[in-house]
């Protein structure tokens, strides 16, 4: 009973992400204007006030430490916790459960849904969230006159990117620093490994994000380029589509030597009509995977970055079952 629990839970979650991950290639609406966050003077803020410009072409002034910030996407809550902000966050979207501590706070909606009552009952002094919000929700907290500041990362670097501009609108430019100087030092330890692979070595890898329709990561998508820099080729590569839905008989045809499964249903994969004689089923190197280091775009990427390093490469980082070492993400090759 547990387990099928939390099959719904962790399936709720997928699908959540994955409808997310399908509107990342909406534009939403530039705004142009410019607004000034309430709050204390940050510490070491300079009296010249430099605007930060977000997602949606809004301007904002950082002169302020936010004292009352709400997050509105998962991966901007694991932004937030990991800049030092987890005290200052007073209110979080569906499915913000890293760090634990991050499930103890109010939530507000989701991506699609916002409780404008319950969020402007927390008084927040600045909202943030992910470009994939609708528009219609972030000009309705807007109209409100709520502070929002939308981000857009897309990719690793983009992500390093986002901490650093959340690092200045918050005052925690130092911790910023720091912590993109150490991820950007972890990803290099994993280009240093892999960059000079030929591609006899890269293993073929297929990401199944859903099953039904059967859905991958494609080009342009972050994941996508994370399978590149952890060695492996993405069969998927040239789909032409960030999120392509695929048939099996196509998979079949591509015959992957690595499976990854975020929905963590080796049962029912290895049971499909062909996939039994795929390299990666034959050879067993199917694995099921916790999904949040590899979809969620904040801080943890770089852990679901060297878990697929781990899997693809065992014989380069060791034992790929192994847990990153700031992630909850584990690899099963029962």
Known sequence: ?????????????????????????????????????????????????????????????????????????????????????????????????????????????DAFAINYEALLALRPELV?????????????????????????????????????TLGRLTGREAEARQLVAGLEQRIAAVREKTAKLPASRRPRVFVEIWNDPLMTAGPGSFIDELIGLAGGQNIAAGTGQAWPQVNPEWVVAQNPEVLILTLRNRQEVVKRPGWSALAAVRQDRVYEVVPDPLVRTGPRLVDG????????????????????????????NP
């Open 305 to 332: 970055l060297e878990q697929l390093a781990r899997l693809l490469h065992p014989e380069l980082f060791g034992d790929g079952n192994a847990p990153p070492a700031q992630g909850r993400a584990k690899g099963t």
């Open 128 to 164: 943030i969230a992910d470009e994939n919000l609708q528009a219609k929700a972030i000009q309705e907290l807007r109209r409100l006159g709520v502070s929002v500041f939308v981000v857009a990362p897309h990719s690793l670097e983009e992500v390093l990117a986002t901490l650093t």
């Open 1 to 109: 009973m547990f387990e099928r629990r939390e099959r719904r839970l962790h399936g709720a979650r997928v699908r959540c992400w994955f409808t997310i991950a399908m509107l990342i290639v909406l534009t939403v609406t530039a705004l142009g204007v410019v607004v000034r966050v309430p709050g204390t003077v940050a510490a070491g803020a300079s009296s010249a006030a430099v605007e930060i410009q977000d997602a949606t072409g809004t301007k904002m002034v950082p002169t302020t430490a936010p004292r009352r910030i709400v997050a509105l996407a998962p991966s901007v809550t694991e932004m937030l916790y990991a800049l030092g902000l987890g005290p200052q966050v007073v209110g979080v979207a569906a499915f913000s459960d890293y760090p634990p501590e991050a499930k103890e706070k109010p939530v507000v909606g």
